[in-house]
């Protein structure tokens, strides 16, 4: 068990590292050699977990999608906006999120494979503008596919505005913005009017995570 852990230890360890290479100089002008100076790992070590620079950039990528969970909302729409927001929060505080933004938007990465982040959110999205329909808090006209290509694609290029405006600094304002103008063409008004749209909102559910997080392995909070 030690063994599997140090294992673990040392492939997170080499995503880190590997993240903070390529936001720093995107995926074409990352080197192997830096990475691993960065981790402070053998060639050996890296090579182990990852064949190659399109693995370590993968990874990087995959590390995204573990951060798309909250808590189980009545409101889908709520929840919906929950994911969203607390996405742009860790891309405020979170390398790795921020890698994984850099990568998925970075044009010049020719022989990577950038799909995987916009299906993973597009399918969050339409399974929970399903759910939404199903309980009723969606306008008639919506198509649940059609409308998660919208938010995700939009939710994308807020993501770059801010970041070559003020490096994320701006991002919950701006996609706050963003949900006030798309929401009301989407949800029911009766609907929206419960659902908290504030700039904190990111906040809110990051701090409501990690205390969950903490009570399940048994670390006091504070």
Not at 83 to 90: F, G, K, Q, S, V
Not at 112 to 117: A, I, K, W
Not at 135 to 162: K, N, Y
């Given at each position: 068990?030690?063994?599997?852990?140090?294992?673990?230890?040392?492939?997170?360890?080499?995503?880190?590292?590997?993240?903070?290479?390529?936001?720093k100089?995107?995926?074409?002008?990352?080197?192997?050699?830096?990475?691993?100076?960065?981790?402070?790992?053998?060639?050996?070590?890296?090579?182990?977990?990852?064949?190659?620079?399109?693995?370590?950039?993968?990874?990087?990528?995959?590390?995204?999608?573990?951060?798309?969970?909250?808590?189980?909302?009545?409101?889908?729409?709520?929840?919906?906006?929950?994911?969203?927001?607390?996405?742009?929060?860790r891309?405020?505080?979170?390398?790795?999120?921020?890698?994984?933004?850099?990568?998925?938007?970075?044009?010049?990465?020719?022989?990577?494979?950038?799909?995987?982040?916009?299906?993973?959110?597009?399918?969050?999205?339409?399974?929970?503008?399903?759910?939404?329909?199903?309980?009723?808090?969606?306008?008639?006209?919506?198509?649940?596919?059609?409308?998660?290509?919208?938010?995700?694609?939009?939710?994308?290029?807020?993501?770059?505005m801010s970041?070559?405006?003020?490096?994320?600094?701006?991002?919950?304002?701006?996609?706050?913005?963003?949900?006030?103008?798309?929401?009301?063409?989407?949800?029911?008004?009766?609907?929206?009017?419960?659902?908290d749209?504030?700039?904190?909102?990111?906040?809110?559910?990051?701090?409501?995570?990690?205390?969950?997080?903490d009570?399940?392995?048994?670390?006091?909070v504070?």
């Amino acid at each position: 068990m030690a063994k599997q852990d140090r294992a673990i230890r040392t492939r997170q360890t080499i995503l880190s590292a590997a993240a903070k290479v390529f936001e720093k100089h995107g995926y074409q002008a990352a080197t192997i050699t830096e990475i691993l100076a960065e981790a402070g790992v053998t060639k050996g070590a890296l090579y182990f977990h990852f064949q190659s620079k399109e693995e370590l950039a993968q990874g990087v990528l995959g590390e995204q999608d573990q951060r798309l969970t909250v808590s189980d909302r009545a409101c889908k729409t709520q929840e919906i906006v929950d994911i969203i927001m607390l996405h742009a929060h860790r891309l405020q505080t979170d390398p790795m999120v921020r890698a994984g933004v850099r990568l998925s938007l970075d044009q010049q990465a020719h022989d990577l494979d950038r799909s995987g982040p916009f299906l993973n959110w597009g399918e969050v999205m339409t399974g929970l503008l399903e759910k939404a329909q199903a309980q009723g808090e969606l306008l008639p006209h919506i198509l649940p596919r059609e409308t998660s290509d919208v938010l995700v694609g939009s939710f994308a290029g807020v993501q770059a505005m801010s970041q070559a405006l003020s490096n994320y600094q701006d991002l919950a304002l701006r996609v706050c913005s963003l949900l006030r103008h798309l929401l009301p063409n989407v949800v029911l008004a009766s609907v929206l009017a419960s659902v908290d749209l504030s700039p904190t909102r990111g906040v809110t559910v990051f701090t409501e995570l990690a205390e969950d997080l903490d009570s399940e392995v048994g670390v006091p909070v504070g």
